[in-house]
C-alpha cells in the first residue's frame, strides 16, 4: 500500500494544461478551459478598511472625541476611505530543529506563532485630521506628564508640553487597543448598481480579517518637496495579538 501511495509517479501530477476555450473531459475528469479559471482571479483593489472609530463609549473613543477627531460619524467613516493601501496580514512559525534523534535525519519543529506588524497607508486630507488621530492615538497609549501630571488633551495639539522635565509614561494596553478590520470583495459586489439598495457586501462572497488587540506602532516620515505636487500619505505600521478570518459565502450567483 505504501508502494502505491509513495512510489515513483506517486501522487499524479495530473493534465499539464488546459484549453484555452472551452472545457475539455480527460480521464473521466471535466477540466475547465482557462477562461474559466483565470477569468475568476482576486482583483487587488477591492478592498474596504475598518477602524471601527466612534463618537465615544470606550476610553480612547472618549479621548479622540474630546480633540474633535471622531465626534462626527460622517467623518468617523472617511478615515476608512482613505486607506489607499493596505496588507492582509500574515502569520509565520518559529522553529525549533532537532538533530539526530533519528540518525542522518535533521527535522524542525513549530514552537509558536507569530504575526508580524501590518501596514495601511493613508490619504490625508486637507484638515490633517487623519495625521491627527493617529498622533493622538499614540499620545495616549504613551501620553505625556508634566510635574503636576498628566497634560490634557487639546483640540489645537500639545503645545504647552515644551518643557525639558516633562516625560512620558504608557497607559495599560486595555485602554488602547482596538479590533480593525480589512474585508476583501471583488468588483461585481453590486449586482445591481443601478438599485441603491442591492449589491450590499454582505450579499457577496468575501473575507474580513479581524485584527485583535490593534495599535499603531509608527507613523512613517513623510516627505514633502517643491519639485512636484503629489497627493500626501502617510503609511501606519498596527501590531495585533491575533487575527481571525471570517468567510461570508455570499448570496449571488458570480457564474
Known amino acids: 500500500m505504501a508502494n502505491e501511495t509513495f512510489g515513483a509517479g506517486k501522487p499524479e501530477i ?6 484555452m476555450t472551452t472545457p475539455r473531459t480527460d480521464g473521466g475528469v471535466e477540466l475547465p478551459g482557462a477562461l474559466d479559471i483565470f477569468g475568476k482571479l482576486s482583483i487587488s483593489s477591492q478592498f474596504k478598511v475598518a477602524l471601527h472609530l466612534t463618537t465615544g463609549g470606550d ?33 509565520t512559525f518559529e ?16 514552537t ?21 488621530l493617529f498622533e493622538e492615538w499614540m499620545n495616549y497609549i ?7 501630571g498628566q497634560l490634557a488633551g487639546s483640540p489645537i495639539g500639545q503645545g504647552q508640553g515644551k518643557d525639558n522635565t516633562n516625560f512620558f509614561r504608557f497607559k495599560y494596553p486595555d ?22 439598495d442591492r449589491g450590499q457586501v454582505g450579499n457577496v462572497p468575501s473575507l474580513t480579517y479581524r485584527m485583535i488587540d490593534a495599535y499603531p506602532t509608527n507613523i512613517t516620515a513623510i516627505p514633502l518637496s517643491y519639485e512636484g505636487s503629489t497627493i500626501t500619505k502617510t503609511t501606519v505600521s498596527f501590531a495585533y495579538t491575533r487575527y481571525v478570518i471570517e468567510r461570508n459565502r455570499g448570496t449571488q450567483d458570480l457564474n
Open 112 to 132: 509558536r506563532r507569530v504575526y508580524p506588524d501590518f501596514t495601511m497607508t493613508f490619504y490625508v486630507d486637507n484638515d490633517y485630521r487623519l495625521i491627527r
Open 142 to 148: 504613551n501620553p505625556l506628564y508634566t510635574s503636576g
Open 175 to 196: 485602554t488602547y487597543r482596538r479590533v480593525i478590520s480589512i474585508v476583501k470583495f471583488e468588483r461585481n459586489f453590486l449586482k445591481d448598481p443601478q438599485f441603491s
Open 95 to 110: 522553529s525549533a530543529t532537532e538533530i539526530g534523534s533519528r540518525q542522518g535525519v535533521v527535522e524542525t519543529f513549530p
Open 59 to 91: 476610553p480612547l473613543m472618549t479621548y479622540l472625541n474630546s480633540l474633535e477627531l471622531t465626534n462626527d460619524a460622517t467623518k468617523n467613516e472617511l478615515y476608512n476611505f482613505y486607506c489607499a493601501e493596505a496588507s492582509l496580514p500574515g502569520a
Open 14 to 19: 495530473g493534465p499539464l494544461y488546459v484549453k
